[in-house]
Structures are given as C-alpha cells and as structure tokens.
C-alpha cells in the first residue's frame, strides 16, 4: 500500500514537472518577450506576467484533481479485476472438487459421501457472499459480464451441492445436471483465463490437471433420443486397452422420471459388441415404459 501511494505521488510530481517545464516556463518567456517588444515598461511587463502565472495557476490546480481522480478510478479498476480473478479462482477451485464426485459412476456414490462428511458444501454460502459484495457499477464495463457468469456458476454448485443427499438415496447422479455443472465451470476457467494476474499467486492445480486429462480422454458420448426419450450412457474403463469394461444408463422420460439401470459389466472385444447390448437395454426399458400406459 505504502509503494502504492509512493508511486502515485511520484508520478504527480513528474506531470507537474513536465508541465512546468515544457508549458509554462515556455508561455512566460515568450509572453515576456512579447511584452517587450510592444514596448510595455518592466512594471507593466511584470503585472502582465503575473497575471497570466495566476490564470495557469487555476488551470492546473482544477486540472490536477481530474488527474489524481482518474489515476484513483484505474487503480480501483484493477483492484476490482484482480479481487474478481481470487474469487474465481477459489470458485473453480470448489467447482473442481465437486465435479470429480462424478468422474467415474462406479464410485461417485462414495465420492459424494465424502463430500458432505467433509462439510465442502457449506463453503458455498460464504463465497456467494464475497461474490455479492463486488460493486458491479465500479467495475470495468467488459468485466460486468464475467461477474454475472461467476456468480451463476458459484449459485449452481451450491444448487448442485444440496442434491446430494438426494442422489445419494437414488444411488446415482443426474446426468443432465452434472453436464451443466461442467459446462459452467469450463466457461469460468476460460473467463479466468483472460483476467489480469491479481498479485496474488496461483495455487497448485496439479490434481484439477489430471483431473481435466481424464474427461477429455475418456470422454462421455452425448445423449441418445429414443421414442422421446432422453439416454446418457456413462461407462466404466479397464485399466488397460481402449473399449469400457462396463456402462450404466440414465434415462428421462417425458413426464419427468429419471430412472438408472443399474451397471453392466462384460469384456466385450469391439465397439460394435458394445454398442448392440446397449441398444438391446434401450429398447427393453422403453418398451417396459410404455408398457404402463
């Protein structure tokens, strides 16, 4: 803070120099010399000169504030920009930890377990507090849209964090939510991404890093439309070699049941294999779905 002000007043004493030296001393001589050759005494002169000195005086004491003010606004500005960029940074960092519940289906039960013993979704409410107390009016205008989208992802993860319980006691996420989830976090890692630095040092994202290797390489397909119905397919991968050992399948329903076969396991030796069970499984649940009616 105290090399802050230092440089401030620095800076101010450099303009007032430079307005000295290039402006007014300039003005004053050739106003002098001017004087002169229209053959005022040096009575006259003088009265004349310090006349002029009064009038730039006045401009630059009026001038000075604005100065100092639009100096104390860009400093504002970035002090707000990087309060924001911690603030998405501690979020991410949340949103991380609760994504990697649903890396894998065959332990995201566990997962989400360990994530309410450990009381992680009460963090939620004191971020969305320090969101809410950013003054949106002071920030930059290109900023405003990137508060409005970190509030919207930490406001989500908390919406997600109090379903839990309930998944918990259905014995399986909810896909579609899950999926928007990794969408907001992913565009907030992005805006992160092109905020300036705060002065505030990184933290070491080692495990967010492995964790972001592991859902781009075992990337999840995307939905299936059968009959109306809505299918996500999530599989179970081997250690070794490239084709899922097992999947499970989630399934919505027009009238709003969500429903979850339970996991299937099978060394299948092709995608092809794979994929004809899965098509078998489909067709049983919806025919037995409409079926009821």
Same mark, same amino acid.
């Given at each position: 803070?105290? %090399?802050? *002000? $230092?440089?401030?007043?620095?800076?101010?004493?450099?303009?007032?120099? =430079?307005?000295?030296?290039?402006?007014?001393?300039?003005?004053?001589?050739?106003?002098?010399?001017?004087? *002169?050759?229209?053959?005022? /005494?040096?009575?006259?002169?003088?009265?004349?000169?310090?006349?002029?000195?009064?009038?730039?005086?006045?401009?630059?004491?009026? +001038?000075?504030?604005?100065?100092?003010?639009?100096?104390?606004?860009? *400093?504002?500005?970035?002090?707000?920009?990087?309060?924001?960029?911690?603030?998405?940074? %501690?979020?991410?960092?949340? =949103?991380? $930890?609760?994504?990697?519940?649903?890396? *894998?289906?065959?332990?995201?039960?566990?997962?989400?377990?360990?994530?309410?013993?450990?009381?992680?979704?009460?963090?939620?409410?004191?971020?969305?507090?320090?969101?809410?107390?950013?003054?949106?009016?002071?920030?930059?205008?290109?900023?405003?849209?990137?508060?409005?989208?970190? $509030?919207?992802?930490?406001?989500?993860?908390?919406?997600?964090? %109090? =379903?839990?319980?309930?998944?918990?006691?259905?014995?399986?996420?909810?896909?579609?939510?899950?999926?928007? =989830?990794?969408?907001?976090?992913?565009?907030?890692?992005?805006?992160?991404?092109?905020?300036?630095?705060?002065?505030?040092? /990184?933290?070491?994202?080692?495990?967010?890093?492995?964790?972001?290797?592991?859902?781009?390489?075992?990337?999840?397909?995307?939905?299936?439309?059968?009959?109306?119905?809505?299918?996500?397919?999530?599989?179970?991968?081997?250690?070794?070699?490239?084709?899922?050992?097992?999947?499970?399948?989630? +399934?919505?329903?027009?009238?709003?049941?969500?429903?979850? /076969?339970?996991?299937?396991?099978?060394?299948?030796?092709?995608? /092809?294999?794979?994929?004809?069970?899965?098509?078998?499984?489909?067709?049983?649940?919806?025919? $037995?779905?409409?079926?009821?009616?």
């Amino acid at each position: 803070m105290l %090399e802050e *002000k $230092r440089k401030r007043f620095l800076s101010i004493i450099a303009v007032t120099f =430079l307005c000295v030296a290039f402006i007014v001393i300039p003005i004053v001589w050739q106003l002098i010399v001017t004087l *002169k050759w229209v053959g005022l /005494d040096n009575a006259a002169a003088a009265s004349w000169v310090q006349g002029v000195g009064s009038i730039l005086a006045i401009v630059a004491a009026g +001038y000075f504030p604005i100065f100092h003010s639009r100096i104390s606004a860009k *400093k504002l500005e970035r002090q707000l920009v990087g309060t924001m960029r911690v603030l998405m940074t %501690e979020t991410l960092e949340k =949103l991380w $930890r609760l994504s990697s519940a649903f890396v *894998k289906f065959d332990s995201e039960i566990l997962e989400m377990q360990e994530y309410l013993r450990n009381h992680r979704q009460r963090e939620w409410h004191g971020l969305i507090s320090a969101i809410d107390q950013m003054p949106i009016a002071q920030l930059p205008a290109r900023r405003v849209s990137d508060l409005g989208h970190l $509030r919207d992802a930490a406001e989500f993860g908390a919406y997600v964090a %109090e =379903l839990l319980p309930g998944w918990i006691e259905s014995g399986a996420s909810h896909q579609s939510v899950v999926r928007a =989830l990794r969408g907001k976090r992913d565009l907030l890692m992005l805006l992160r991404g092109m905020t300036p630095q705060s002065g505030v040092e /990184d933290p070491n994202w080692d495990w967010i890093k492995k964790i972001q290797a592991y859902e781009i390489s075992k990337a999840e397909p995307g939905e299936m439309i059968v009959s109306g119905v809505k299918i996500y397919r999530r599989y179970s991968w081997p250690e070794v070699g490239h084709i899922p050992k097992g999947y499970q399948l989630q +399934y919505y329903f027009p009238d709003g049941l969500v429903t979850t /076969d339970d996991s299937v396991s099978f060394p299948w030796s092709s995608y /092809d294999d794979l994929k004809a069970r899965i098509e078998i499984d489909v067709n049983s649940t919806i025919s $037995r779905y409409l079926g009821d009616f």
